[in-house]
């Protein structure tokens, strides 16, 4: 007589339901994932999983209001002791500080015929150089090259995390796509290529942008080859817009070696760090996160614990 399996328990959910009693953010994160593998993988632990996000999202907002209360009363304070020094300290306001991406990147852009774009046009924020979604409290910037393996491991094993982060308004997502393995494309230059599709997607079709860049991923070249053509490039796009025309004329190259040589040369806002030194680089509101590349449970917790 064959032996009955009984369905697994998604981890996960588990995950999400313990946590949530501690850091909410963990809890939300992991719900959310928790509960399209079990549709997807037939598992339970729904139980677990909808407890982790109710719990998780009422100790988030609780601990939203105690912060909004805490910067209202800090201002309070901050107002009256202004009041009281009669602006003694404007003459001291002024700062020229070196972490300034503008004062200390001047030539540092690739020679280009065309303008470089500027402006915000869909999830493209061309002034400060990347791709932006979601508006969380939690900043998670994230240097990634098309061309370059461990960011596609990292993708795999977190990408869904960071898309769930950004669904449930937890974080904020910056992608910031990078071209310095063109050298590793037999003169195609596929990084600055897949570069420049990846931001024709977010300016045409913004809300489908993150799925494009799980789809540049999941259908990497490898490295010493050509990588796909223009056309394989726009037929990864889902979306309302075609991007063929846009991908076709390399609208965005430029903008994304720019942004290259920025990350390389530093100085970073914000940043523990001066610089870039690899892909992938991850930064939790400025702070490195250097774990391992393939736990989704370790980089989750890592962003919980920044927050």
Same mark, same amino acid.
């Given at each position: 007589?064959?032996? #009955?399996?009984?369905?697994?328990? !998604?981890?996960?959910?588990? *995950? ?9 953010l963990v809890g939300i994160i992991t719900g959310h994932i928790a509960l399209g593998q079990i549709r997807a993988r037939g598992e339970v632990g729904r139980g677990f999983a ?11 907002? #609780?601990?939203?209001?105690? @912060?909004?209360?805490?910067? @209202?009363?800090? &201002? ?18 002024? !700062? ?12 540092s852009a690739p020679e280009s015929a065309a303008p470089l774009p500027t402006g915000v046009l869909g999830a493209a924020n061309f002034d400060a150089g990347y791709l932006e979604?979601?508006? /969380?409290? @939690?900043?998670?910037?994230?240097? #990634? ?14 990408? $869904? ?13 910056? *992608? ?19 570069? &420049? ?11 489908? %942008? ?7 991923? /999941? !259908?990497?070249?490898?490295?010493? %080859?050509? /990588?796909?053509? !223009? /056309? $394989? ?7 309302? #817009? ?18 290259? $040589? ?21 930064? *939790?509101?400025?702070?490195?996160? %250097?774990?391992?590349?393939?736990? %989704? ?8 614990? *920044?927050?």
């Open positions: 007589m064959p032996f #009955v399996t009984a369905p697994k328990t !998604n981890t996960l959910a588990i *995950v999400s339901f313990v946590s949530s009693f501690f850091i909410g909808l407890a982790g996000l109710i719990i998780g999202y009422i100790a988030t907002a #609780v601990f939203a209001i105690l @912060v909004v209360f805490a910067i @209202v009363f800090a &201002s309070a304070i901050g107002a009256f002791f202004w009041a009281a020094g009669s602006g003694s300290s404007n003459s001291g306001s002024s !700062n020229s500080g070196s972490s300034n991406p503008d004062s200390s990147n001047s030539g979604f979601g508006t /969380g409290a @939690v900043i998670v910037d994230e240097y #990634v090259d098309p061309m370059c393996p461990f960011c596609a491991q990292f993708e795999k094993a977190n990408g $869904e995390l960071l898309a769930a982060g950004v669904e449930s308004g937890v974080i904020t997502l910056r *992608v910031h796509s990078l071209t310095f393995l063109d050298r590793l494309s037999q003169g195609t230059n596929y990084s600055s290529r897949a570069s &420049s599709a990846l931001t024709c997607q977010a300016t045409l079709n913004p809300d489908q %942008t993150l799925e494009f860049l799980s789809a540049l991923f /999941g !259908n990497q070249p490898l490295e010493e %080859t050509a /990588g796909l053509s !223009n /056309g $394989e490039l726009a037929d990864l796009s889902t979306g309302a #817009v075609s991007i063929a025309g846009c991908v076709e004329a390399g609208a965005y190259q430029g903008w994304s070696q720019q942004n290259t $040589e920025a990350a390389l040369t530093g100085p970073i806002d914000g940043a523990e760090i001066p610089a870039v030194s690899g892909t992938p680089t991850v930064l *939790v509101d400025g702070t490195l996160y %250097t774990g391992s590349l393939t736990d %989704t449970a370790e980089f989750s917790a890592f962003v919980a614990a *920044v927050f």
